[in-house]
């Protein structure tokens, strides 16, 4: 075991980003130039120890010294903190034309019958304590008006980058060492393996020949420090008993500490007594390993907006969260301008895009998934002791919206 450290930086030089005119992979998007095979794939944070295993006076040795870090072609500007490198310019041809959006007609969606409507207000009323089952029973459905709302969403998968220099204790294993010949791959020609799309997910990889093997900032290369825990005591007091070597029973007697045996200390839990605590930076042996490291973040963008039919504006935010039927969907490396039947969907739409498409500045755009989803809506006008009133029912789960329901005289959960 050892304890690891990884961190990242500022910015590289814009000057140091290679732009290219190569067209994205027709399969996914991806354009690399490094084999694979070259990096170490991290899954995370090795750990010997964690930030809390070093006292105070630890803390500002608690990272190597960056002006001790060697420039690299291309890393010049790298820190221990994360820095996002963006996507290599990719040139494309200008294309205007618009994506036709083919909407399946609305005629054959199912439409609810009054009896249907009938069956679905009575079961909801039945569910309902409060609510006059007689009404769902009795009374007279004038009218039935259907309106769809529709739901747009759209999904960008992307790919993003940050370096940072990092440092795990060099126990041995071969470097991948600066070479003046063979100079580190830029952050994007980096390869590594394509997730699943749409799914979130990361992964930590060492940038090839930036390796540096230096002598542990914390210990001088020696391995082994004063134990700052017990200020090279070799001991610390009892938890138990404070000290006392003493604490009373549950029967109110004074008895002997059996944590400490009366001493009213015990060893130190870091160094075991010894006053001499192995160094946490290199974990023994003297020397780091220093490197750059890049991590690789695959992310889901999602945007939904949803189009509410204007005869049930009362159920506009319960729409976003109902089901509908999947009327048209797509999927591209890149979406064009979509052009549905419907002026205001496809305003929502254009809108979307638009705010997706500022995303490949700092975020390389590898798939992009959109849908239309058309939600029922039943608009139902009925009459009940010559009062007029409407309820909706709406989503592919016929789910009721009716504020203005009758409620039942006798109610069993009225608290008196």
């Given at each position: 075991m050892s304890w690891y450290r990884r961190a990242s930086a500022p910015c590289l030089k814009g000057a140091n980003r290679r732009?290219?005119?190569?067209?994205f992979s027709s399969a996914t998007g991806r354009r690399c130039s490094v084999a694979a095979t070259s990096t170490r794939l991290r899954s995370g944070s090795k750990g010997y120890g964690s930030r809390g295993d070093f006292g105070e006076d630890d803390f500002e040795l608690f990272l190597p010294p960056l002006e001790d870090m060697p420039q690299i072609k291309g890393y010049e500007e790298t820190t221990f903190e994360l820095c996002s490198i963006p996507p290599p310019v990719v040139l494309t041809p200008a294309d205007s034309t618009e994506e036709a959006g083919d909407l399946k007609p609305f005629t054959?969606?199912?439409?609810?019958?009054?009896?249907?409507?009938?069956?679905?207000?009575?079961?909801?009323?039945?569910?309902?304590?409060?609510?006059?089952?007689?009404?769902?029973?009795?009374?007279?459905?004038?009218?039935?008006?259907?309106?769809?709302?529709?739901?747009?969403?759209?999904?960008?998968?992307?790919?993003?980058?940050?370096?940072?220099?990092?440092?795990?204790?060099?126990t041995g294993v071969p470097l991948d060492e600066v070479s003046?010949?063979?100079?580190?791959?830029?952050?994007?020609?980096?390869?590594?393996?394509?997730?699943?799309?749409?799914?979130?997910?990361?992964?930590?990889?060492?940038v090839p020949h930036t390796d540096v093997l230096m002598i542990c900032h914390v210990c001088g290369g020696i391995g082994s420090r004063r134990c700052t825990a017990c200020s090279a005591a070799g001991w610390e007091r009892c938890?138990?008993?404070?000290?006392?070597?003493?604490?009373?029973?549950?029967?109110?007697?004074?008895?002997?500490?059996?944590?400490?045996?009366?001493?009213?200390?015990?060893?130190c839990w870091k160094c075991n007594g010894e006053t001499i605590a192995v160094c946490r930076g290199c974990g023994g042996t003297g020397q780091i390993r220093c490197f750059i490291a890049?991590?690789?973040?695959?992310?889901?963008?999602?945007?939904?907006?949803?189009?509410?039919?204007?005869?049930?504006?009362?159920?506009?935010?319960?729409?976003?969260?109902?089901?509908?039927?999947?009327?048209?969907?797509?999927?591209?490396?890149?979406?064009?301008?979509?052009?549905?039947p419907v002026k205001d969907l496809q305003m929502i739409a254009s809108a979307i895009l638009?705010?997706?498409?500022?995303?490949?500045?700092?975020?390389?755009?590898?798939?992009?998934?959109?849908?239309?989803?058309?939600?029922?809506?039943?608009?139902?006008?009925?009459?009940?002791?010559?009062?007029?009133?409407?309820?909706?029912?709406?989503?592919?789960?016929?789910?009721?919206?009716?504020?203005?329901?009758?409620?039942?005289?006798?109610?069993?959960?009225?608290?008196?």
């Open positions: 732009r290219s005119s190569a067209a054959e969606l199912p439409h609810l019958s009054e009896t249907e409507i009938r069956n679905i207000l009575i079961q909801y009323a039945d569910s309902k304590c409060a609510f006059d089952k007689n009404v769902a029973r009795e009374m007279d459905i004038i009218r039935i008006d259907y309106r769809p709302g529709y739901k747009y969403t759209l999904e960008s998968f992307t790919e993003m980058r940050q370096v940072s220099w990092s440092f795990e204790p060099y003046v010949s063979e100079p580190p791959p830029e952050p994007w020609d980096i390869e590594c393996p394509l997730p699943k799309p749409f799914q979130m997910h990361s992964m930590i990889l060492d938890s138990l008993c404070l000290g006392d070597g003493h604490k009373i029973s549950i029967q109110g007697y004074r008895e002997r500490c059996f944590r400490c045996l009366g001493t009213g200390r015990k060893k890049i991590t690789v973040s695959w992310s889901n963008h999602v945007d939904t907006d949803i189009l509410e039919p204007s005869e049930a504006l009362a159920v506009t935010e319960k729409l976003e969260y109902a089901n509908g039927h999947l009327i048209f969907q797509d999927e591209k490396s890149v979406i064009p301008s979509v052009s549905f638009e705010k997706h498409r500022n995303i490949s500045f700092s975020e390389k755009l590898l798939l992009q998934r959109h849908g239309v989803w058309a939600i029922p809506v039943s608009k139902v006008t009925y009459e009940w002791k010559e009062d007029e009133d409407v309820f909706f029912i709406y989503g592919t789960k016929n789910e009721v919206f009716a504020p203005e329901f009758p409620e039942s005289l006798c109610c069993c959960c009225v608290i008196s």
